[in-house]
């Protein structure tokens, strides 16, 4: 089988790196693409399954950090989301521990109604350590009732695409260098047969992995896939990032998401500098006005020209079609709020290897694929959309809006179903998990009416021992951690400047 990957970047290199690696050697793996054609880089945030891809690629974690300027990313925090001067954070990992049949919140709930418990965050392994600044890997050292603390990374994806390329080409993937000026179809079966480059080369191939950007060159524009636009949920259609210096605020363990009159500003910082940018509405604030909000907004000096983006929330209709996948900004566009962007390419990778073709695609395998990657993307977007929807502010006409709109029928579901009765349940595989849904409901005041009868079962004593246990606990093995600052220096090369 003859494998053509058409575009780099971050999607095209975990694509190249990826496949190389697991695939039979007497497959071939090209990858084109065009020195001349730019990347968006907007995923420079992750979740922690990022590491179970480095993993299998078999990364060292100190090589990577220091050769994509590297930090670690314990959650994310949300200022100004509920309402203006309010902050929570989405960490990752679990909140308490359930007891018996009952999950931890519903005890979490009837105490904070007796007086007995603290704010969520208290019993949380991750954000403790994110506020106190502190990092450790591995197994709890204290205590056994706690999981292990999982952690993703923040950043620069044009040097992971770097670092992916080297280790790819290593491997022999074979680079092709060219802007592509026509996709053949095969004329009897429809499929792609191949690209010419502008300069006349030729090259065919059996299957293809479209990691063209926005414009999809083979998924839409030779395959006519279509486009399933969420726009009337996902209302922000304009980004613009910029990269600045870091300023006097010490480096922080997590991704900021900060909502502003007409969007939201994030906030990633690497080891060299920090990245920004601003998502907004085009409809509530113009271009100028949404530069003006972000560089009024940096922590240090602008390091580059800002970078303006348009897009269409939503994604393909078919992201596998014929003998194409479409991975990346290909396969559509979310906006990054749950730092999500790089993880969507690293599931379609992994779902692609699942069902990779011996031969001709067949249909059924196609249909099945893209039935999985909708109920992923979909799932992501009812999350997303939750942020904008549950929201106390109307302080401007875009959360005026944001607040007031209808939403996806099973978001709806899940929020009736927190409000009844505290109940949250993860269907299938969808990404997000209970304790995320958990933090992101109660962070932007959803407040359920009552919690499950089971956890009356402890008597008021019982309950707050119970309660204070787990804090008390989460408190010790946090302040045997590692200083935040330590564990960056100690996971650097020697003689690599921060």
């Given at each position: 089988m003859r494998l053509m990957i058409i575009g780099g970047g971050t999607a095209g290199w975990m694509a190249a790196a990826c496949l190389r690696r697991f695939l039979p050697r007497d497959w071939s793996v090209r990858l084109v693409e065009s020195d001349e054609i730019g990347t968006v880089g907007v995923g420079e945030a992750t979740i922690p399954q990022i590491r179970l891809f480095n993993d299998a690629l078999g990364i060292d974690e100190d090589e990577f950090l220091a050769a994509t300027q590297g930090t670690i990313k314990l959650g994310i925090e949300f200022r100004d989301?509920?309402?203006?001067?309010?902050?929570?954070?989405?960490?990752?990992g679990a909140i308490g521990r359930g007891l018996g049949l009952v999950d931890f919140h519903h005890y979490w709930l009837r105490a904070r109604a007796a007086g007995l418990a603290e704010s969520l965050d208290h019993y949380s392994l991750n954000e403790r350590a994110a506020r106190a600044r502190r990092m450790q890997r591995g197994a709890p050292r204290t205590s056994r009732y706690l999981l292990e603390m999982p952690y993703a990374y923040h950043f620069d994806a044009a040097l992971y695409a770097a670092f992916l390329r080297r280790r790819a080409e290593a491997g022999g993937v074979e680079r092709i260098e060219g802007r592509i000026g026509e996709v053949r179809l095969d004329p009897q079966r429809g499929d792609v047969a191949g690209v010419t480059l502008d300069d006349g080369r030729r090259f065919d191939g059996d299957f293809f992995i479209d990691c063209s950007g926005f414009r999809g060159l083979l998924i839409e524009g030779a395959?006519?896939?279509?486009?399933?636009?969420?726009?009337?949920?996902?209302?922000?259609?304009?980004?613009?990032?910029?990269?600045?210096?870091?300023?006097?605020?010490?480096?922080?363990?997590?991704?900021?998401?900060?909502?502003?009159?007409?969007?939201?500003?994030?906030?990633?910082?690497?080891?060299?500098?920090?990245?920004?940018?601003?998502?907004?509405?085009?409809?509530?604030?113009?271009?100028?006005?949404?530069?003006?909000?972000?560089?009024?907004?940096?922590?240090?000096?602008?390091?580059?020209?800002?970078?303006?983006?348009?897009?269409?929330?939503?994604?393909?209709?078919?992201?596998?079609?014929?003998?194409?996948?479409?991975?990346?900004?290909?396969?559509?566009?979310?906006?990054?709020?749950?730092?999500?962007?790089?993880?969507?390419?690293?599931?379609?990778?992994?779902?692609?290897?699942?069902?990779?073709?011996?031969g001709a695609a067949d249909p059924a395998v196609a249909a099945e694929f893209n039935r999985q990657s909708d109920f992923e993307w979909e799932r992501i977007r009812d999350f997303i959309i939750l942020h904008f929807k549950a929201t106390e502010r109307r302080d401007t006409p875009y959360w005026r809006d944001r607040a007031e709109m209808d939403v996806p029928d099973t978001l709806a579901a899940k929020i009736d179903l927190f409000r009844a009765q505290g109940l949250i349940f993860r269907e299938h595989e969808e990404l997000f998990t209970e304790s995320g849904w958990l933090q992101v409901l109660v962070g932007q005041a959803v407040e359920p009416l009552r919690w499950h009868p089971l956890a009356d079962s402890l008597e008021p004593a019982e309950l707050a021992q119970f309660i204070a246990g787990i804090s008390l606990t989460i408190e010790r093995e946090v302040a045997q951690m590692e200083n935040y600052d330590a564990f960056l220096a100690a996971a650097r090369p020697a003689g690599v400047a921060a």
């Open positions: 989301w509920t309402r203006v001067g309010h902050r929570y954070m989405h960490a990752f395959l006519a896939s279509g486009y399933e636009d969420w726009s009337r949920w996902l209302l922000n259609d304009r980004a613009v990032a910029v990269p600045c210096a870091h300023g006097t605020v010490p480096q922080l363990p997590w991704t900021g998401a900060t909502a502003r009159d007409a969007g939201w500003q994030w906030r990633i910082p690497l080891q060299h500098r920090i990245g920004n940018g601003y998502v907004y509405c085009s409809a509530h604030i113009g271009d100028d006005a949404a530069l003006d909000t972000l560089l009024s907004n940096l922590d240090g000096a602008a390091q580059a020209e800002p970078n303006q983006l348009r897009f269409v929330s939503g994604k393909r209709r078919r992201m596998w079609n014929r003998n194409v996948v479409a991975l990346g900004l290909a396969s559509g566009f979310m906006e990054p709020l749950e730092s999500t962007s790089i993880h969507l390419v690293q599931a379609g990778i992994s779902r692609l290897v699942k069902m990779l073709p011996s």
